[in-house]
């Protein structure tokens, strides 16, 4: 029974749509649920039980942690039906099970199924849990409970819960007891779940949220959780702790995004032999370091040199070098293309050039066509970034490869992969691919591919002309005081701080010829005001005069000259020992 309903919609919702948002969270409960890394789907079949006492109700953490402690370890290979059998036979001896994939259950009207799932934690000190799913199709009741060998650190509520679509089409969330309720679990399903689920009803036909989105579906989930984790105990410390300063770019989301790249890329080499790859654009050289490390043959190029190159050892191969459209690799066996920018589109053609058994692996990212600009989205239904995986898939298949499209478990908005494969070929067919492919380039790039500079031009406004700055700058201070907003110094004279403007309306006064100057810079305009903060204070679109630092909130920049002292025409609003600036 479940008497306890902890929180309940006011919309009416269909039946279609609540199955649809059920099996999105049975599919992806770690967008949800932050504990979870993966799952690993064990068994899934319809149910034929007949028994005075509910299904439901036979789910409960003792039953199923008696047969938990049964096996020698929690993993998909341990799982059989013998499990389920143990857990409902003492009910009904002639309980029937069948297995049935996860498409035929979404296509079918009634029935009560089954699922079994192991839940894969996304921390240390959290065991791996088995998860039983009650799916109730004549009642649109959907029960869901996770057990682990654990009193503490649960990665799901410990308790089961039920998801109910009422007899009046009202979306509940029920549990079995008041103890239950008041815990911190519960507030997760009432906070957390239930208004997730409600957003995906309002998305229910939006790309994001269709419920066929599924991850790492071509390896093996728990090969992966596994190396995962032995890989990040091993590397991941270590390189945040000495990823270099200088390279200005965030250890967190580099060392750990590698690290599941990687991860990834040896589930899915597991049953290849004699792997040799190069990764194009290799950028940091971090997947390169942790696949060498890991024993695979393989180096990396990119056109420049990173800094964090010099915390590697000399095992690790990195060499500077252009990757371009003629480029060939005759001995590879994977081509890499992770975040490669102007080389994604060119990934699978390379390795067609390289030899008829070249594979390849491409993390699209930022889109660009066959040209080297900017891909410009044709589909205007699909976002751009949608509409560019498309245009990526159609080059793979024109190239001939066999085309696994999979979404990585990495902290990017930017998940989905394409791993190209192929079978022998005869080298009549191989001949027409390469034919094939000469034809659109013709087709697509007529003239020479725009190329990444060997060295990457500084687009921050930093670079600018100083008179250039200057007059800007000038220009916009006579704005802003061309009212008056006075502030009382402490010798009691007054000091203009002027009237906030927004931005839009002050960047009018600056002339279009500097302005064309200025949007060949990243932020433009905006980015000159904030390198220049000390001067100016820009808040929700308003931008107005800073008044200058004192010596009690920095003395760091003491020994830099005072802006205003100069440059305002009531010169400073302190006095040499009270500002935070040189007046000499």
């Known amino acids: 029974m479940f008497p306890i309903p902890l929180v309940t919609s006011s919309n009416i919702i269909s039946v279609e749509k609540y199955w649809n948002i059920i099996m999105l969270y049975h599919d992806r409960p770690h967008i949800i649920n932050r504990k979870i890394t993966a799952i690993s789907q064990v068994l ?38 013998i499990f389920l059998e143990n857990l409902l036979k003492p009910y009904d001896n002639k309980v029937q099970l069948e297995e049935i994939n996860i498409e035929n259950f979404k296509n079918s009207y009634g029935g009560i199924f089954m699922s079994i799932r192991i839940l894969y934690p996304r921390i240390k000190n959290c065991q791996r849990a088995i998860e039983i799913v009650v799916l109730d199709k004549n009642q649109s009741k959907s029960t869901f409970l996770a057990v682990s060998d654990s009193k503490d650190f649960n990665i799901a509520p410990p308790f089961s819960y039920e998801i109910e679509l009422t007899i009046s089409l009202i979306l ?49 989930t728990d090969e992966y959780c596994l190396t ?24 967190q989301k580099f060392v750990f995004e590698d690290i599941a790249i990687a991860s990834y890329l040896i589930c899915l080499w597991k049953y290849d032999s004699n792997i040799n790859f190069v990764d194009c654009g290799c950028g940091n050289g971090l997947l390169v370091y942790l696949l060498n490390q890991e024993g695979y043959k393989g180096f990396g ?125 005869e080298e009549c067919q191989y001949q027409e691919i390469l034919l094939n492919i000469d034809k659109l380039i013709e087709e697509k790039v007529p003239n020479e591919v725009t190329q990444r500079e060997v060295i990457e031009k ?60 200025l949007k060949k810079e990243c932020g433009g305009f905006q980015t000159l005001l904030k390198n220049h903060r000390y001067i100016f204070e820009l808040k929700k679109g308003l931008v107005q005069l800073r008044p200058p630092l004192t010596t009690k909130d920095s003395l760091k920049y003491k020994s830099k000259p005072c802006w205003f002292l100069e440059n305002h025409p009531d010169g400073c609003l302190y006095n040499a020992e009270e500002c935070g600036y040189n007046h000499k």
């Not at 008041?182 to 239930?194: E, M, P, R, V, Y």
């Not at 110094?489 to 100057?517: F, H, R, T």
Request: proline letters at 4%; charged letters at 20%; glycine letters at 4%.
């Open 458 to 517: 500084v687009r921050n406004c930093t670079q600018l002309d100083r008179s250039l700055i200057t007059s800007i700058i000038k220009l916009c201070v006579e704005k802003l005081l061309s009212g008056t907003n006075y502030i009382i110094a402490n010798n009691y004279s007054q000091w203009n701080k002027g009237i906030a403007v927004y931005l839009s309306e002050l960047v009018k006064v600056i002339p279009d010829q500097k302005l064309k100057q």
């Open 44 to 81: 899934f079949c319809t149910v034929n039980f007949n028994s005075s006492v509910k299904l439901q109700d036979l789910i409960n953490r003792h039953s199923i942690l008696y047969e938990l402690r049964k096996l020698n370890e929690l993993t998909k290979e341990n799982i059989s039906y």
């Open 301 to 425: 190029l990119d056109i420049r040199q990173r800094s964090i190159w010099n915390l590697y050892p000399d095992t690790t191969i990195l060499q500077v070098n252009a990757v371009t459209p003629n480029s060939s690799f005759p001995t590879t066996t994977w081509i890499l293309g992770n975040h490669s920018d102007e080389l994604t589109p060119w990934i699978p053609i390379i390795a067609s050039k390289s030899s008829p058994m070249t594979n390849f692996f491409i993390l699209p990212c930022c889109p660009f066509d066959l040209s080297g600009k900017k891909f410009i989205r044709t589909n205007t239904s699909l976002s751009t970034y949608a509409d560019y995986l498309k245009y990526v898939e159609n080059i793979c298949i024109l190239c001939g490869f066999e085309v696994g499209i999979d979404k990585l478990r990495i902290p990017s908005t930017k998940r989905t992969c394409f791993i190209g494969r192929r079978n022998k070929l």
């Open 172 to 220: 509940r969330i029920n549990l079995k007891s008041f103890e239950d309720a008041d815990t911190s679990q519960a507030g997760w399903l009432a906070d957390k779940l239930f208004p997730k689920l409600l957003k995906w009803i309002d998305n229910f036909n939006s790309d994001e949220n269709q419920v066929n989105i599924t991850s790492l579906s071509l390896i093996n």
């Open 228 to 251: 995962y984790d032995k890989l990040k105990d091993q590397y991941a410390s270590k390189l945040v702790k000495e990823w270099p300063k200088r390279c200005g770019t965030d250890p």
